[in-house]
């Protein structure tokens, strides 16, 4: 008698678990996407904007599943911040849109946006194990927010990154061989290029947060406290950056930047040795050093100088996140996303937009690109070499990066470090409390 | 003898169609305001009672008050003082007892403590960057509407007349104002780079001066000037009301001048209007009588432009602290949030914080703020104002 | 202004001095919208009167590369619509309540003037997102109407057209309604002309904010087929990079027909000349 029972009972057991996963294997195999047309908003202009509607044509054209993508020009990153806020107030949303980690955070504190975890893992539109180790690393685990139970909230187009630009003829003629490994070894070539009667210095000190990121990192330290439970700015790691910098202001070898993009026109002019910036930045510093009013000169990127074994390079950028609405919608969204990211597409837009790839194998298709454009190759070799860390990416870090640069600036006027780095803690953690979900 | 119909008696049929004409024509832009200019008020009030976050949101009502004000005691100091300040200014008009005016002179400075006693609670255990908006916002304010006033006031005067290339030198004063802001504040920033070289530095140099930080520089100019650094640590009054001291930040004080040169014009055109409606038989009087131009300007052009006086200090009072986009084109994290006024601030925590709630909150207090100014100035210029007849 | 006018000389000082103030930095944005991209990173004197301050060789292409860059022959055409239409509603409604809350009697007036004026108090960042969601409501995003009917009426242009009214003497009015004139025949006939330099002031604030109008647009319109030109030119600017000479040529090009509306419009904006019938 109860023989039959635990029989029964197992074949029930059996048969739900089967149908469970029968169900959850093929939950996005029973989607019928034919016809299925999604809008894209996103922030690329001019040359950028070609080429990606002409890879979004050629995506509607040529994918399987018979989706459309409709791409369209929202504004600049914080023009599509105020109308996709308007958006999900008023029911007006796209399906993929473009966001940095903190904008997207502020996204699903309403819970606008699809967790890419179960996409990413799914047997049949997923992406495989081995397929994902070709990935940087660091650029994947971006997107995981663990203000968010580690739901993944983007996925990335592209990427780049903080780098040291340096003079290289100049650098030559000052007898160095090579850039700054130490910041030892940045404090002397600084010192040496800095000539006051030829007006020439050795660093033009950037404010932003990203940079004083890049900093911390490379002397091993984070902006996050473990497991993301709020910022942990008041490290030894964020102190001697700042008295770095202090001194070497102080000692009169590096300038604050004069005016907006001030240290590119030094740097073209041949008035500053260093300087330190985003990659996507090359284009515009090769424009403005080859054609500069002073003559052409070589120069190339470097990593800022750091105290880890391997270098540790600051990545950011935006990345592209899918809105709430059908499941259809949603996995067509999805899968143009996967599309974006196959080395061949990957290696077209990076062609065209000089970001950085995310995928290592991309390589493979940009030989000739990299023979002609020096600085890139040198800062891909920097990628393959060296870890990458990401900021933090918290609901309410812009303001936090604000309070950053105006700490930076405080103390390189001659204020307390200590004090203004605790008062920068105790700010940002006030931010991070009131910005939570 | 047949009586005229057309003579108007108030309260009968005439008087009765005469108020649905008023109606009636104020209808369509009463639709139109009630619609986009009230309704986000009210919308915005709703939202402020929320913990609200785009769309999901918990009730917690007057929690945000509370958070920006820091609790019911330092929000009663402020009421209190409010309440005093504006009964002492009742009540000390000249034509009053000598008595109501002494107690008037004590209301106000119990008013006064009230005031220096709550403030700098809302500071420490309120929002202290919501505080730290509002100085930033009066300063510009204070700096912006009265050199506006002024020189917008001698433009116009300049500008009256008849003589060869007015239209010209009109034209040129309003490009500032037509040109987009994006593009005027990049050429500013310029003009106020950190560089020797830059403009602002180099008239700086004729004055025998070193270069200064301009828009970087989150020190206030009375303490760049006189050395009145804010104090710490000395106590929580000093602490707090040594920071008013420092005066305006240099950087605010730059995009001052950024916003001198947009609306000067703006204001001349403005005052032009009035100026045109003075009758030109008036002046001929006058000057028949033999009064001098300067004479002429006090007692003939002042009175009578005083409703465009009027006009404009309201609404200066009311732009400048709403303004947004002449402050946002050039403001500076670096400053630290001394070039983010109120309406920087409410921007900043509605996009970058997702806290729409508590920004809701914030405009709020920020409208009962102007509001309570509007008054003010209603009260004190509004009697004067000369509508010729 | 005085029979004696301002001497001369002062008065050509004065605005001399002030109008070199104003276009001093128009010398920047000219210099700039003429230079190559490289000339405005590395070729930068402040000194308007030395040749380096100005580009080696004019590039009038910066023009051609903005306007071609993008459909701004469309762009311009729909800021011109939007730009019309929001102004004759505007003028409409302006006037019309302007006019009543001036002449005309009727219970609450101050009440809803001053609710009116309440209107004014709102910052932008508060009216965007719940006019939005009107619009939305009304399935109007993406449409001319989204872009033009929250701007239909001010508060700002009631309350300075009531002063001007306010000004107009009743007498004037009482002998119209005499011969038996409606309200709205005074307005037009009698008070509009009267009015011709406030209410062309107001046309141009009008237009000019029309213009230059850059946020709503961008969150309303989806499609480039109401794309003003602010939009169009927001788009020239690479969202990595400082074409500040594109910036600037792009600045100049939006601007000229907003001066040429002014320039027509001016003819309006007369001197206290034309103020017949105001006193005699």
């Known amino acids: ?437 | 003898m047949r009586r005229n119909r057309r003579i108007r008696y108030p309260g009968t049929r005439h008087g009765l169609s005469e108020a649905i004409s008023g109606y009636l024509f104020v209808l369509p832009a009463a639709l139109v305001l009630a619609v986009f200019g009230l309704f986000p008020l009210l919308y915005n009030l709703y939202i402020s009672l929320f913990n609200w976050h785009i769309k999901r949101a918990t009730f917690i009502g007057l929690g945000n008050y509370k958070e920006i004000f820091g609790g019911l005691e330092p929000f009663a100091l402020l009421a209190i003082s409010t309440i005093l300040i504006t009964a002492g200014c009742a009540l000390v008009g000249k034509k009053r007892k000598l008595l109501v005016r002494l107690l008037a002179l004590a209301l106000l400075a119990c008013g006064a403590t009230c005031l220096a006693f709550g403030l700098p609670q809302i500071n420490s255990s309120g929002d202290p960057d919501m505080l730290r908006s509002f100085r930033v916002t009066l300063w510009y304010s204070l700096g912006t509407v009265p050199v506006q006033l002024f020189f917008g006031f001698l433009v116009a005067v300049a500008l009256d007349g008849k003589f060869d290339g007015k239209q010209t030198f009109r034209v040129i004063y309003l490009l500032p104002y037509i040109v987009p802001a994006v593009a005027t504040a990049a050429v500013f920033e310029r003009l106020f780079s950190l560089r020797p070289e830059s403009w602002a530095n180099q008239i700086l140099a004729l004055f025998g001066s070193h270069p200064l930080q301009w828009l970087r520089e989150y020190k206030g100019v009375l303490e760049l000037l006189f050395g009145l650094a804010p104090t710490h640590g000395v106590g929580p009054l000093s602490d707090y009301w040594s920071t008013w001291a420092a005066g305006p930040s240099l950087s605010l004080v730059s995009i001052m001048i950024y916003n001198y040169w947009v609306f000067i014009g703006y204001y001349a055109l403005i005052f032009s209007n009035g100026l045109a409606a003075i009758p030109r038989q008036l002046y001929e009087a006058a000057s028949l009588d033999g009064a001098r131009s300067f004479t002429m300007l006090r007692r003939i052009t002042l009175p009578l432009l005083s409703p465009t006086t009027y006009f404009l200090t309201i609404l200066g009072i009311i732009g400048t602290f709403k303004s947004f986009n002449s402050i946002y084109v050039l403001r500076d994290p670096s400053t630290g949030g001394a070039t983010d006024p109120m309406s920087v601030y409410v921007f900043f925590q509605f996009f970058h914080g997702g806290r729409f709630g508590y920004a809701a909150a914030l405009s709020m207090v920020l409208l009962v703020i102007v509001v309570g100014l509007t008054l003010i100035q209603e009260r004190s210029m509004g009697k004067r104002v000369f509508y010729e007849q | 202004m005085p029979r004696q006018p301002l001497p001369t000389v002062l008065r050509y000082l004065a605005l001399g001095i002030g109008a070199f103030g104003a276009l001093l930095p128009f010398a920047y944005m000219i210099a700039n919208a003429l230079k190559t991209y490289a000339e405005t990173v590395t070729r930068i004197n402040p000194n308007p009167f030395s040749p380096a301050f100005w580009p080696a060789v004019p590039q009038w292409s910066n023009f051609a590369e903005v306007w071609l860059g993008d459909a701004f022959g469309h762009y311009f055409l729909n800021s011109f619509i939007i730009s019309l239409a929001t102004l004759c509603g505007s003028l409409a409604t302006s006037s019309l309540a302007a006019y009543a809350f001036a002449k005309l009697r009727f219970p609450g007036k101050e009440t809803i003037f001053s609710i009116f004026l309440l209107t004014l108090m709102v910052p932008e960042t508060v009216t965007l997102i719940p006019n939005f969601l009107v619009i939305s409501a009304l399935g109007w995003t993406d449409r001319l109407a989204g872009l033009t009917v929250p701007f239909l009426a001010s508060a700002f242009y009631i309350f300075f057209l009531r002063q001007f009214f306010k000004q107009i003497p009743d007498s004037l009015l009482e002998n119209a309604r005499m011969d038996g004139a409606s309200n709205l025949r005074i307005l037009w006939s009698i008070v509009a002309p009267i009015a011709q330099a406030p209410l062309s002031t107001v046309a141009f604030l009008d237009i000019a904010s029309s213009w230059n109008s850059l946020q709503w647009p961008l969150v309303v319109v989806q499609t480039p087929r109401w794309r003003p030109i602010t939009v169009g030119l927001a788009r020239l600017i690479s969202e990595e990079g400082p074409q500040i000479q594109l910036r600037m040529a792009g600045a100049l090009i939006s601007l000229a027909p907003v001066v040429l509306v002014y320039l027509v419009a001016q003819h309006q904006i007369v001197d206290s000349l034309s103020t017949s019938g105001i006193k005699e």
């Open chain 1, 1 to 437: 008698m109860r023989g039959r029972v635990y029989r029964y009972f197992g074949a029930f057991l059996l048969l739900t678990m089967t149908t469970v996963v029968a169900l959850g294997a093929q939950a996005f195999d029973r989607l019928n996407l034919k016809g299925t047309v999604i809008t894209y908003w996103y922030q690329h202009t001019q040359g950028r904007e070609v080429a990606l509607k002409k890879m979004i044509d050629r995506f509607n054209a040529t994918n399987q599943w018979g989706i459309t993508v409709k791409g369209e020009y929202a504004g600049g990153y914080s023009d599509i911040v105020n109308k996709m806020t308007a958006g999900i107030a008023g029911g007006n949303t796209p399906d993929l849109v473009v966001a940095y980690q903190n904008e997207s955070a502020i996204y699903e504190q309403s819970d606008a946006l699809v967790d890419l975890n179960p996409y990413v893992a799914d047997q049949k539109f997923g992406i495989s194990k081995d397929e994902l180790t070709d990935y940087f690393p660091g650029f994947l685990a971006q997107d995981i927010n663990p203000q968010f139970g580690n739901k993944r909230l983007g996925w990335p187009p592209n990427r780049s990154i903080e780098m040291l630009y340096y003079n290289a003829d100049w650098l030559k003629a000052l007898g160095i061989a090579a850039p700054p490994k130490t910041w030892d070894e940045f404090y002397e070539d600084a010192k040496k290029a800095t000539n006051s009667a030829k007006g020439t210095y050795g660093y033009a000190i950037s404010l932003d947060a990203s940079n004083v990121f890049a900093l911390v990192i490379g002397r091993g330290g984070d902006f996050q406290s473990p497991g993301g439970s709020g910022y942990s700015l008041d490290t030894p790691q964020l102190r001697a950056s700042f008295a770095f910098f202090q001194k070497l202001l102080k000692d009169g070898y590096a300038k604050k930047i004069a005016e907006q993009y001030g240290e590119q026109t030094d740097f073209a002019n041949q008035k500053v040795l260093f300087t330190m910036s985003s990659t996507s930045g090359i284009p515009f510093y090769d424009a403005a050093v080859q054609k500069g009013a002073k003559g052409a000169f070589a120069w190339s990127v470097a990593p800022i100088p750091y105290t880890t074994a391997k270098p540790v390079l600051d990545i950011y950028g935006a990345s592209v996140s899918i809105v709430k609405s059908t499941p259809e919608r949603q996995l067509a969204s999805w899968l143009f996303l996967r599309w974006m990211s196959e080395p061949t597409q990957q290696a077209e837009w990076t062609r065209v937009s000089n970001y950085f790839p995310v995928r290592r194998s991309t390589a493979a298709q940009l030989g000739d690109y990299l023979a002609k454009n020096a600085q890139f190759a040198a800062a891909w070799k920097a990628l393959q070499m060296g870890d990458q860390k990401a900021e933090p990416p918290f609901a309410g870090y812009d303001q936090v990066r604000d309070s950053i640069s105006a700490a930076y600036n405080a103390v390189l006027d001659g204020a307390d470090i200590d004090s203004t780095i605790a008062a920068l803690n105790a700010k940002a953690n006030k931010i991070f409390r009131e910005t939570k979900p």
